[in-house]
């Protein structure tokens, strides 16, 4: 018998060509796939309340850090904002204080600092990365430069 032809028994055994599994026969050399599973549905249910998780924070711990970032920032209002959330909303999720953090930041490469800072909170396809630019040493320059 040829592969994939199928004996008068099997076939009589099993007339409708469904698989063990309860699956229809697929005719591709993928696995075999519930289509009764809706993959969208999980997803959508996963994401229902993904960004309806609320943070009580005091208002004194919110100026505090708003104010370390506008320092840091130069009084850019746009980027302290983005930070100051970024910041409290990773030290609610770790159940740090606020506080404790921006002092750790004050004697640091702020960039450097708070991008490892947001990663605790963040699983491995999300992690945050910062730029480092590297000098080649003279070697390597000679032998980029033609």
């Known amino acids: 018998m040829a592969y994939g032809t199928s004996s008068s028994a099997g076939s ?3 007339p409708s060509g469904a698989v063990a599994s309860g ?3 697929q005719t591709i050399n993928l696995p075999l796939t519930d289509v009764r599973d809706d993959v969208d549905l999980r997803i959508n249910e ?3 309340d993904y960004f309806k998780t609320e943070i009580t924070i005091e208002p004194q711990q919110y100026d505090v850090v708003k ?3 506008l320092q ?3 009084n850019n209002l746009e980027a302290a904002s ?12 770790l159940r740090l204080f606020p506080q404790d953090i921006i002092t750790q930041f ?6 450097q600092s708070i991008t490892a800072f947001l990663n605790l909170s963040r699983t491995g396809n999300g992690l945050l990365g910062f730029s480092k630019n590297l000098q080649p040493s003279a070697n390597i320059q000679r032998q ?3």
Do not use: P
Request: charged share 10%; with cysteine; proline share 0%.
């Open 72 to 74: 840091r920032t130069n």
């Open 106 to 111: 004050d004697n640091t490469n702020l960039q």
């Open 82 to 93: 983005a930070l100051t959330s970024a910041v409290l909303v990773t030290c609610s999720e």
């Open 144 to 146: 980029i430069r033609v």
């Open 67 to 69: 104010a370390f970032f």
């Open 46 to 48: 996963y994401f229902a």
């Open 12 to 14: 009589s055994s099993n």
């Open 23 to 25: 699956v229809t026969g």
